[in-house]
């Protein structure tokens, strides 16, 4: 029955949405496709709240949980519910961090900026050649669907140079404006990069004073699934040989990638291991670490703007590349911090780190991926809102 209702809503507002005026004043924002409350979206609306402009805009979130807090004025809209299609119908601007369902209606009077989620290092949309993705191998009519939902951007936010010309291909973008400013959810990595914000917020996650922090956040695998939408915590890394070699000196944050359903015990790991799921943002994660392990997560081009350690769990390096999504620069030769393919190399490799020995590797590195992140890219996508709406 409820799925029979959101067949006849969706039919409904595909009906009505072409009757219905559009407001400029009033701004949908969604991060991650109505998980959460993070990334790109979160904080361009949180310029808005700084500069009061909650006050002068509808500010419109569009979660599946409601209960999630948000600073400032807004109204929490939950996902494909009547008011999810109403202020679809009404909103002159959208804020999407991804792409969204093709029952959407994007007409021509409405600004849709899509900030996307992050610089690629793997085979994106249009780029992809093969795919093996929630048991879904059909490349054809993923491409398909790919390009009709990136038609209906007039925005795409860049972090990078590299990223735009990459964006040009894999999004069919090269028509529209592609705004290549940074990205919004950056500002904070620059903004509170000092040991008073870096303390707070490590109070605010319940995370010890006295341990050095060792973020761990590895991508989704394609073909390691639960269901449609639904993909494993793929790893390979061993807690307990970590546990045994530097429990004394760190701990493990653990942030699982938003499109993870796994329900992993982590009780065994109590005190050494503190798990974040897609729900906490990520950024202040990033502050609160002394260095990242990762495996091939866009999250490596976000870290370097901290200029702090990054190591390589890679574990099935080849089979990724080859067989899963392919890259778009030679990672191993670029990567800034050690690769390794087992826990043993991994301790090793942190254990033995020497900065000096990166110096220049990690300058190339941010040259190329943080070149244009400044902390001011939320306040530059407000002017847009605004200059638009005028």
């Not at 390096?317 to 392919?326: K, P």
Request: charged content about 30%; hydrophobic content about 35%; aromatic content about 16%.
């Amino acid at each position: 029955m409820k799925q029979f209702i959101k067949e006849l809503t969706i039919q409904i507002y595909k009906v009505l949405t072409y009757l219905v005026p559009v407001d400029k004043r009033i701004i949908i924002f969604q991060s991650s496709n109505g998980r959460n409350y993070t990334g790109n979206p979160r904080y361009i609306y949180e310029e808005m709240v700084r500069q009061g402009l909650d006050q002068e805009y509808h500010c419109i979130w569009f979660f599946f949980d409601t209960d999630i807090e948000v600073p400032g004025k807004c109204k929490k809209i939950r996902n494909n519910y009547f008011l999810y299609f109403w202020y679809l119908m009404r909103a002159g601007v959208w804020v999407f961090d991804s792409r969204q369902p093709l029952y959407l209606r994007k007409k021509k009077k409405v600004d849709y900026i899509q900030t996307w989620h992050g610089t690629p290092l793997k085979k994106l949309a249009l780029d992809m050649n093969k795919m093996d993705m929630g048991g879904n191998t059909d490349i054809k009519d993923y491409h398909e669907k790919f390009r009709k939902t990136c038609a209906d951007w007039d925005y795409l936010i860049s972090q990078n140079a590299f990223s735009t010309e990459i964006f040009k291909s894999c999004f069919a973008f090269t028509d529209r404006p592609i705004l290549q400013i940074g990205y919004p959810r950056n500002d904070i990595l620059i903004r509170d990069n000092n040991k008073e914000e870096i303390n707070k917020y490590k109070k605010l996650l319940g995370l010890p004073l006295d341990k050095k922090i060792i973020l761990y956040a590895p991508t989704w695998r394609d073909n390691e699934y639960l269901g449609e939408g639904k993909y494993k915590f793929a790893s390979k890394l061993d807690f307990d040989l970590a546990r045994e070699q530097l429990s004394d000196d760190y701990i493990f944050i653990v942030k699982y990638h938003y499109l993870v359903s796994d329900k992993i015990d982590w009780r065994p790991y109590k005190g050494f291991v503190y798990t974040f799921d897609e729900t906490k943002d990520i950024a202040w994660l990033y502050l609160v670490s002394d260095m990242l392990i990762t495996d091939y997560s866009s999250v490596m081009f976000d870290y370097s703007l901290l200029k702090r350690p990054m190591f390589f769990f890679a574990y099935d390096l080849e089979d990724y590349r080859e067989n899963l999504r392919g890259f778009y620069f030679d990672f191993a030769k670029e990567a800034p911090g050690p690769i390794s393919k087992d826990t043993k190399q991994l301790i090793e490799d942190i254990k033995e780190y020497d900065t000096s020995l990166w110096t220049e590797k990690n300058e190339a590195y941010r040259q190329k991926f943080n070149h244009i992140d400044d902390g001011h890219a939320s306040e530059k996508i407000v002017e847009l809102i605004q200059k638009n709406g005028r």
